[in-house]
């Protein structure tokens, strides 16, 4: 059985890694007024955060249409048996619903949606895996119970210089009657059920940083080899900073760095930090 992977923009994976391992993806967009852009296809990371800046009206974000999904589907059934279709969270976007939904309209491919109840780069890590398994010729049962074996492992912790973003979008759930006094802190936030929630009040980012970094040393302390990603929105020069400081002090993780991208950065603003892993054995 010949087995395709196809994830959604907002995991991030660099063009190189999706090229070389031949991962699909389907864009999400963002809207500046009238005008709608397929995030890394019509707008660039650093062209959209340009545009925010400018802009007079913030953008809105919206998923891919289930059509979009029958489309790629199509085309993946040309040359695949199966696909698994791995997303971001069905608690803050409607994208793996739609993956659903097409699913159940294409004949000619067995379609495997994936909930990866994360997004970004901790979402591509599991894309990644998936499409490694399948060069290695696993069936798609084993792949997708590695997929969900690696949710147990895998932790995203991020801050916001600014939460009224997430506020406005909705996409901040069980913190509404809070957002005023989190508004005077940095609060670490994280998934749980598919949805972000604060995790902690911290006063400063110093000591969020501190306390990421805590965090990842108590895994790092159990696991022979976690894999983990910093994220940043157009903050490079200190994500990168942070990393090289991080990857001196933990010798059994491998650090990548990567980005939020326009969608996730319409919800997260300029400025956002984080830091994902999963335990690779
Ligand atoms: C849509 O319109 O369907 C997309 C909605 C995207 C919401 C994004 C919310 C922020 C996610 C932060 C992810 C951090 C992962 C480390």
Known sequence: ????????STSYIPQEERDKWNIFMVPLSVTFEQETYRELIDITTSEFYNKVREAKELPKTSQ??????????EEIAQDYDAVISVHLSSGISGTYQAAMSAGDMVDNLEVY???SEISCMVQGFYALEAA????EGAPVDAIMERLHEMKNSSRAYFMVDDLSHLARGGRLTGAQAMVGSLLQVKPLLHFEDTKIVPFEKIRTSKKAYKRMENL???DAKNAEQLRA???????????????DELDSKFPNVEFSLSYFGPVIGTHLGEGGIGLGWYRVN
Do not use: C
Not at 64 to 73: C, E, K, L, M, T
Not at 229 to 243: C, D, G, K, P, S
């Open 64 to 73: 891919p249409a289930v059509g979009d999904f029958v489309s790629i589907f």
């Open 132 to 135: 490694k398994m399948t060069h």
């Open 113 to 115: 949606p994936f909930d």
């Open 1 to 8: 059985m010949k087995i395709a992977v196809l994830t959604d």
């Open 216 to 218: 990842l040393a108590e």
């Open 229 to 243: 990603v910093v994220i940043h929105a157009e903050r490079e020069e200190l994500a990168q900073n942070w990393m």
